[in-house]
C-alpha cells in the first residue's frame, strides 16, 4: 500500500506541559494528519494542530520523522516539528479528548515507543 506522508507537532506552553489528543482508538499521541498537495510539511503541521485541537501553534525546530503502519494497514511516514502554543484545547468533533500534560504525566499515557522518543527530543532540544 502506498505510504501516507503526514506531518505533526510536539507542542509545549510556556509552563513547559505538552499537547496530547486521543485518537480514534483512544491511544494518546500528538496531533498530526496528511500533507495536503502544495502545503510544507511546516504547513501540514500548523493546520493540524489547529484544526485538531484550536491551538495556534509556531514552530521551533524540526524533530524528525517516524513511521508506522496503522491498523488499517496503511503506512504512515510523520515528519515532525517542535512546537509552541498556548491556550484551552478545543477537540476536534470525533476525537475524544485532548490537553496539555506534565512531562511524567505525558510519559504515562503516551501509547506509542517512537511518541516517547519524540518527547525525550522535544524537552531535550528545550533544556538546551
Ligand atoms: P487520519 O484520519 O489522519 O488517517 P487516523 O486516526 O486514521 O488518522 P492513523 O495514524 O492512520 O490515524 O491510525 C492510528 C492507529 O494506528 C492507532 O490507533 C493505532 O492503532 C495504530 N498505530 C500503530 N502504531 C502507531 C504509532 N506509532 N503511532 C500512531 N498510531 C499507531
Known amino acids: ?17 505538552v499537547l496530547l489528543i486521543r485518537d480514534r482508538n483512544g491511544y494518546w499521541v500528538f496531533p498530526k494528519g496528511h500533507i495536503e498537495p502544495g502545503e510544507t510539511p511546516e504547513q501540514a503541521a500548523v493546520r493540524e494542530v489547529r484544526e485538531e485541537t484550536g491551538i495556534e501553534a509556531r514552530i521551533i525546530a524540526p524533530l524528525g520523522e517516524t513511521r508506522y503502519v496503522n491498523d488499517r494497514g496503511v503506512p504512515r511516514e510523520v515528519v515532525w516539528f517542535l512546537m509552541e502554543g498556548e491556550g484551552q484545547v478545543a477537540i476536534e468533533p470525533g476525537l475524544t479528548g485532548g490537553g496539555f500534560f506534565l512531562e511524567e504525566e505525558a510519559r504515562g499515557l503516551i501509547a506509542f515507543p517512537e511518541d516517547l ?6 524537552y531535550a532540544h528545550r533544556a538546551l
Open 1 to 17: 500500500m502506498k505510504t501516507v506522508r503526514s506531518a505533526g507537532g510536539v507542542v509545549l506552553n510556556r509552563k513547559g506541559e
Open 117 to 122: 522518543e519524540l518527547l525525550e527530543r522535544a
